[in-house]
């Protein structure tokens, strides 16, 4: 222990040795950098002062050259000013001289001025002595023109007080021109309203054409006039007023009244001749029941050999003339029904019925047809169809035309498509063929009483033009609709709807 005590003192004086010695060493190697350092700084401050000696002379130099140039440029300058005040005199003297002269140009133009301005008044005044004879002839002219209109003619201001008026419009109205002058302008109309109306709409649009009012003459008169009205402006474009134009339209009233009349009478005398037709029809057609009625009966007679055998050629002639009787019935029927129509008399009578079996027979009595032609009838109506409210005799008659005309004007070979469906709340049945088609100019024609389309094919299949205007008014019995959609040289689409019966409520 006591031998590492010893060791441990030995290393500590050992090391403050070191200490000492190290530090002895660095405080000499600082004394000899802070020599060289000042001797450095003291060589640098020499060799400052000596630059900066040198420069000072340097500018010393330059500041003595600055002034003997400056100097110099002095005397140089009171030489010039002398010169300029030389120059000076010499413009002033120069600037006199050409005063002088400007005064007596100046002198000599105003003189010439004043001769051109003398010369200029005189033709003025000559032009506007001109003018003034112009415009009085204008007025002249214009006031003579005013005088000589067949019409009533004034002009009033914006508070439509008149200001003007021509002697007709004096004459029109039975008074005074200058008692007409000053006055308002609706106070000489029936309708002042509507006189004040087409003032202020002259004044809003500009102008006013063809408005009828009466005028109120002094006695109590009243003349149909046409009032034509458009305003008039300023050379600014400002609206100072309104040119009225008053025609009396008395002859041409009376002739309208005397058109209307006639055109009266001439509906009355239409509408009689028309009631005569009706009934002259509905005669007709009851008188040709009877003998129709004979016709048929007793032909069936003969036909079925009851009155004796008949040779075939017999039995020929005798289904040519039943058939012709058959066609004159059908025709008398349709005669009936117009004249039904025509008297408000035809109604129809509505039960519960089989839309799907009614287009069976239908089809079924054309049947013949169909085949004389040989065409081919597509029956594309649905056998669960729902049943309609209709009076079933009567909706049979429609489709036996729609399918009947399908066939006269469906060339042979051709077909025919019978549709029904459910749309909305109405049944639509729709008879398509591939017939000749209808030109859209003659579609509206169809449904018109007596209306046949005037071509060669349709001439050539006969019939009234009776059967389609019955098929509608059936259908508006009904309270559906009919129409047809058609393209020329192709095909037909005729079609009519009845309306669904409604659900009974429980």
């Not at 950098?33 to 400052?48: G, M, P, V």
């Not at 004096?170 to 087409?198: H, K, W």
């Not at 519960?352 to 054309?366: C, G, N, R, Y």
């Not at 019995?477 to 040289?489: C, F, M, P, R, T």
């Amino acid at each position: 222990m006591k031998e590492a005590n010893e060791e441990k003192a030995r290393q500590l004086e050992e090391s403050n040795a070191e200490k000492s010695r190290l530090l002895e060493e660095a405080n000499a190697e600082k004394a000899r950098l802070l020599e060289e350092a000042n001797a450095e700084k003291a060589r640098l401050l020499e060799a400052a002062n000596d630059e900066k000696s040198r420069l000072l002379e340097k500018v010393n130099a330059e500041k003595a050259r600055l002034l003997e140039e400056a100097n110099g440029e002095k005397s140089r300058l009171l030489e010039s000013n002398a010169e300029k005040a030389r120059q000076l005199e010499e413009t002033n003297i120069e600037k006199a001289r050409l005063l002088e002269e400007t005064n007596a140009e100046k002198a000599r133009l105003l003189k010439n001025a004043n001769i051109e301005k003398a010369r200029i008044l005189e033709e003025t005044n000559a032009e506007k002595a001109l003018l003034q004879t112009r415009i009085a002839e204008e007025q002249t002219f214009s006031r003579g023109l005013l005088e000589a209109s067949i019409d009533g003619l004034v002009t009033i201001n914006e508070k439509m007080i008149i200001t003007d008026a021509n002697k007709m419009m004096c004459r029109m109205v039975d008074q005074p021109c200058n008692q007409l002058i000053g006055t308002s302008f609706a106070s000489y109309f029936a309708e002042r309203e509507s006189a004040e109306r087409g003032v202020r709409l002259t004044f809003q649009e500009g102008k006013v054409s063809n408005y009828e009012l009466t005028l109120l003459g002094a006695s109590g008169q009243r003349i149909p006039i046409s009032f034509n009205a458009a305003v008039f402006r300023d050379r600014s474009g400002a609206i100072k007023g309104v040119f009225v134009s008053a025609r009396d339209i008395t002859d041409r009233k009376r002739a309208e009244e005397e058109k209307s009349q006639l055109q009266q009478q001439k509906i009355d005398t239409l509408k009689q001749a028309d009631a005569l037709k009706d009934q002259f029809l509905s005669i007709i057609s009851h008188e040709l029941r009877t003998p129709i009625n004979l016709i048929t009966g007793f032909g069936s007679i003969l036909d079925d050999e009851v009155a004796g055998l008949l040779t075939k050629r017999q039995h020929e002639y005798l289904r040519k003339m039943l058939k012709g009787a058959d066609a004159l019935l059908v025709l008398v029927d349709d005669l009936l029904d117009i004249s039904r129509i025509q008297a408000g008399r035809f109604s129809v009578v509505p039960h519960l019925m089989s839309f799907p079996k009614l287009v069976d027979e239908v089809i079924e009595s054309l049947s013949p047809l169909l085949a004389q032609k040989h065409l081919t009838l597509f029956n594309e109506v649905p056998a669960d169809l729902p049943q309609l409210t209709a009076d079933a005799q009567r909706i049979c008659q429609v489709l036996s035309n729609l399918i009947n005309n399908a066939i006269k004007f469906t060339p042979e070979g051709g077909k025919i498509q019978v549709r029904a469906f459910i749309e909305g709340e109405s049944l639509r049945c729709e008879v398509k063929d591939t017939g000749i088609g209808i030109a859209p100019e003659n579609i509206s024609k169809l449904f018109k009483r007596f209306s046949q389309l005037d071509t060669t094919v349709i001439r050539a299949a006969h019939g009234t033009g009776l059967g389609l205007s019955i098929a509608m008014a059936i259908v508006d019995a009904h309270g559906g609709q009919i129409g047809v959609d058609s393209e020329l040289g192709k095909s037909s689409t005729f079609w009519f709807t009845l309306p669904l019966p409604r659900k009974q409520e429980h």
